[in-house]
Structure formats: structure tokens, C-alpha cells
């Protein structure tokens, strides 16, 4: 009976979080938050296929933000300097990110530490060749008058169109990851996850699903550039730094690597801190960031969003108190272990020495 109660309380909860989310753009609700909305939802699409990729198959990307750039730029020469539909420049900007992922599939030969390098030199190698190649891509200023996205007579020509435009494709990203997780191929990359010899053992062939992986991943970062490209009339390089591919992989980590969902609550999360909370605090922004980030790590290392989960699972609807008194104790044993082994009374195996 609590079980029932709790899995209806759960979809009305998700109901509650929907309409809140339909009603975003209006003036008279939140509308002052609607590019933010928009922002969430396009790095929601890169965020997943991290997912998939890290948290799933167990691979490295560092450069992720460079797919993105593709999709961005690629939509955009097509529909400015040659006038081709902006929706066929969508497509042709996905098959042309899925050709070079297919590409750089033998990177994935590399592992560990070396596997991350050469992903982050791909996103620095594209980054710069859309810095210099100025003929094309207008160099650091970028490009202006990317067309808007229409449908027949209809255009999204404001903020409030393209937000329910940017979120129905976020949805039906989110819905398509999350029956690949639940489906025979989830099964196969939680097994190359866990270990890539034993997955072959078990007949998976492994290196056809790191890039079968990697190459969705990549088309759903360049479909974000894309729609990020007609939704901004304007694109430069400084949209995908390097570092962006960064940003991205802690969104990944914050709402947890193992969850469809936990990359929408990561990127939320991460930019309402930075873009709304954070800003306030001028130069020492990225300094508390940082504080928030490491706490995160230490306590809850299998995402926020997994931990609440979890905890929500485990206690039901009023987990949300005992969470955090056990998170908080969790923190004080740490903080007393810490001071005790300083003053010499604690071993560093934990144990109490004689005085």
C-alpha cells in the first residue's frame, strides 16, 4: 500500500514539475527565467549523451563541447551563406558530427588518462580551427543573422516559441536515452562498464557499442549547437571552448553519471547556481563553485540527484530530513577525525594511539 502511494506520489510530483515547466515563459509566472530555461534545456541534450557515454560505457570525454561547435556552426554557414533550409541544415549538421565521430572512433582504443587527453585535444584542435578559418566561420567575433526556425508560416521568433520548441526536443532526448538505458544495449554497456573483458566474453562487442555510443552522444550535442545557432542569431567559438567541455562533464557528475534524469537535474543545478545565485558574489564566484562542487563529491560521489533518489527510495516522502542529519553527521565524524589525527591521537589507519 505505501509502495502504490509513494510511485503515485512520485508521477504527481513529475506532473507538478511539468505544468511548472510549461508555465515558464509566461510574464505573470516566471517568464524573466525563460532563456535560462532555454540554456538548461539545450546543455540537457549535451549532458545526456555524457551520460551515456561516462556513466554507462564507462569512456572519457573531455571534448564534448567541439561536437557541440559543429552542430552550431555547421546549421549556421549552411542557412547564412548558402540559404539552406534551416532544418536541413540541422540534418546535414548532425550527419556531418556523426561522420567525424565515426572518425575519431579509434581513440577509443586509448583508455584512461590518454583517452581524456585526446578527446580534450579534439576540442581544442576544432575550437581553434573556428577561431582561424575566419572566411567561413567570422573568426572570434563570429557569425550574425542565422535565420529562426520555422514551420510553414509559423516562426520561432521569440524566446517564448523556441522555449517549448528547445524542450521538446530536450523530452524526447531525455525519453530515447532513457529506453536505450532499459533496453538489451543499457544491459550491454552497464557489462563494458564493469569490464570490458568480461563483456566480450559474454559475445558484446564492445568497441562497436564505445562508438555506436559515441556517436549519438555527438549528434545530440550537435542538434543542441544547432538549435542553440537559430535561437541566438549569433555564434562565435567562445560558445565551445575548451572549457565548456568541462563545465559539461561537472553538470554530468553533479546530477550523476549513471542517470538520464540526474543530467537535467545537473545542469539545472549547475547553472542556477552559476548564472543565478553565483554571479552575485563578482570574482569570488568561482572560488565558492568550487567549495560546492568538492563537497558534492565528497559526499554524494554517485551524483545529487542519485543520492536523493536513493534516499527517497529508502525513507519515502519525508526522506529529505533524515538525509541530511545523516549527511550532516557523516560531515561532523569527518571534520572530528580530521582534527584528532592532526593533534597526533589517531593513526592514519583510524586507530585511537596510546598516549
Known amino acids: 500500500m505505501f509502495a502504490a502511494w509513494r510511485k503515485r506520489w512520485r508521477w504527481s510530483l513529475a506532473a507538478v514539475l511539468l505544468a511548472v515547466g510549461m508555465l515558464v515563459p509566461f510574464d505573470w509566472f516566471l517568464g524573466q527565467y525563460t532563456h535560462l530555461g532555454i540554456m538548461i534545456g539545450l546543455f540537457t541534450m549535451v549532458v545526456v549523451g555524457l551520460c551515456l557515454l561516462m556513466g554507462y560505457t564507462g569512456q572519457v570525454s573531455l571534448g564534448h563541447a567541439a561536437f557541440y561547435g559543429v552542430g552550431m556552426y555547421v546549421s549556421a554557414i549552411l542557412s547564412t551563406r ?26 577509443f582504443r586509448l583508455r584512461g588518462n590518454y583517452l ?7 576540442g581544442f584542435i576544432i575550437w581553434k580551427v573556428a577561431e582561424l578559418q575566419s572566411s567561413y566561420t567570422g573568426g572570434p567575433d563570429g557569425m550574425t543573422g542565422v535565420p529562426y526556425l520555422s514551420v510553414g508560416g ?15 526536443f530536450c523530452l524526447a532526448i531525455l525519453l530515447i536515452s532513457q529506453n536505450i538505458v532499459n533496453s538489451r544495449t543499457g544491459r550491454a554497456l552497464r557489462a563494458i562498464h564493469g569490464s570490458e573483458a568480461a563483456a566480450e566474453s559474454l559475445g558484446i562487442n ?7 555510443i559515441f556517436v549519438l552522444s555527438a549528434v545530440y550535442a ?14 562565435s567559438p567562445g560558445s565551445f571552448h575548451p572549457l565548456v567541455s568541462i563545465d559539461l562533464v561537472v553538470m554530468a557528475v553533479v546530477g550523476g553519471l549513471a542517470s538520464i534524469w540526474g543530467a537535467l537535474f545537473g545542469t539545472g543545478t549547475m547553472h542556477i547556481l552559476n548564472d543565478e545565485i553565483l ?7 568561482m572560488v565558492i563553485s568550487g567549495l560546492i562542487l568538492i563537497i558534492i563529491l565528497i559526499f554524494t560521489p554517485q551524483g545529487l540527484f542519485v543520492a536523493l533518489k536513493e534516499a527517497y527510495l529508502r ?21 572530528l577525525l580530521r582534527r584528532e589525527r592532526w593533534r597526533g591521537h589517531v593513526g592514519a589507519d583510524g586507530g585511537v594511539r596510546d598516549p
Not at 534551416?86 to 572512433?105: E, I, K, R
Not at 564492445?206 to 555506436?212: L, N
Not at 525513507?315 to 571534520?335: E, H, I, N, T
Open 82 to 107: 548558402y540559404e539552406v533550409n534551416p532544418w536541413l541544415a540541422m540534418l546535414v549538421a548532425a550527419l556531418l558530427t556523426a561522420a567525424m565521430a565515426l572518425a575519431l572512433g579509434p581513440i
Open 116 to 122: 581524456a587527453l585526446a578527446t580534450l585535444a579534439v
Open 154 to 168: 509559423f516562426e520561432f521568433d521569440s524566446s517564448f516559441r523556441r522555449y517549448y520548441l528547445i524542450w521538446g
Open 206 to 212: 564492445v568497441s562497436r557499442f564505445k562508438i555506436k
Open 222 to 235: 550537435s542538434l543542441a549547437g544547432s538549435l542553440f545557432a537559430h535561437h541566438a542569431i549569433h555564434v
Open 279 to 285: 554571479i552575485h558574489y563578482g570574482k569570488w564566484n
Open 315 to 335: 525513507d519515502g516522502v519525508w526522506f529529505l530530513p533524515k538525509w541530511f542529519q545523516g549527511k550532516w553527521r557523516d560531515a561532523s565524524s569527518w571534520v
